[in-house]
């Protein structure tokens, strides 16, 4: 495999409940990464009822859950590390900014593949210790960055409103994390809805979003 390979596992969502005013459905957008270095790379693993879910997109793709090396949550949102626990062959575990194997924990530096081509990077705001991961040399012939709730679906850059009503403990920063993913990455996979391709008029209006508040 000469390339890097994302594969949305599932698509997120987010929306009221028919029958609930006051509630929200949602989960997230679960993403493999399967690595030219013949490793593989979970990115966000839905809610604690959707294990069965799960193993079964692994299996679609020709995996069992002891064949993922690296475990990547976002953030720490139950809907982001539900079913962390079929992952206990992982070697790694990071849930935003804390890195654990087992009951060892410990800062995790660099690149999680053999190529330095897949890294975690910190990307705060919708919670403080968010993190993103940025896939480098993949099969979309770009830089794709998979970054949970930075980002809530594509909507969100014309309607800074999506993803300021879905929570952010520090809007100002999100903004900027936005812009900058926005400008290293040509695809993004966001928490809440279809991966999407960025082009200059959408990295104007994350700009612009920046530079007004």
Excluded at 45 to 70: E, F, H, R
Excluded at 76 to 98: K, P, T, W
Excluded at 175 to 197: D, K, N, S, T
């Amino acid at each position: 495999m000469s390339q890097n390979q994302v594969i949305v596992l599932q698509a997120g969502y987010s929306h009221n409940d028919a029958n609930e005013p006051n509630a929200m459905r949602a989960n997230c957008s679960c993403t493999l990464i399967r690595c030219r270095d013949g490793s593989n790379i979970i990115v966000d693993t839905l809610t604690a009822w959707d294990g069965d879910q799960l193993k079964s997109l692994l299996a679609a793709q020709g995996l069992q859950p002891a064949d993922i090396n690296v475990v990547v949550c976002t953030h720490g949102h139950s809907d982001h590390i539900g079913c962390n626990y079929l992952f206990q062959e992982a070697r790694l575990h990071i849930v935003g900014s804390c890195a654990s194997n087992r009951d060892l924990y410990f800062e995790h530096a660099g690149a999680l593949d053999a190529h330095g081509e897949v890294l975690v990077e910190q990307t705060p705001g919708h919670t403080l210790s968010c993190v993103s991961v940025v896939v480098h040399n993949t099969q979309l012939n770009g830089t794709v960055g998979i970054c949970g709730d930075l980002f809530e679906r594509r909507a969100d850059i014309d309607d800074a409103q999506i993803w300021q009503a879905a929570g952010s403990e520090d809007e100002k920063r999100q903004a900027q994390e936005r812009h900058r993913l926005a400008e290293l990455c040509e695809h993004i996979v966001p928490g809440h809805g279809q991966m999407f391709a960025l082009n200059a008029e959408l990295r104007r209006k994350l700009r612009s979003c920046v530079e007004t508040m």
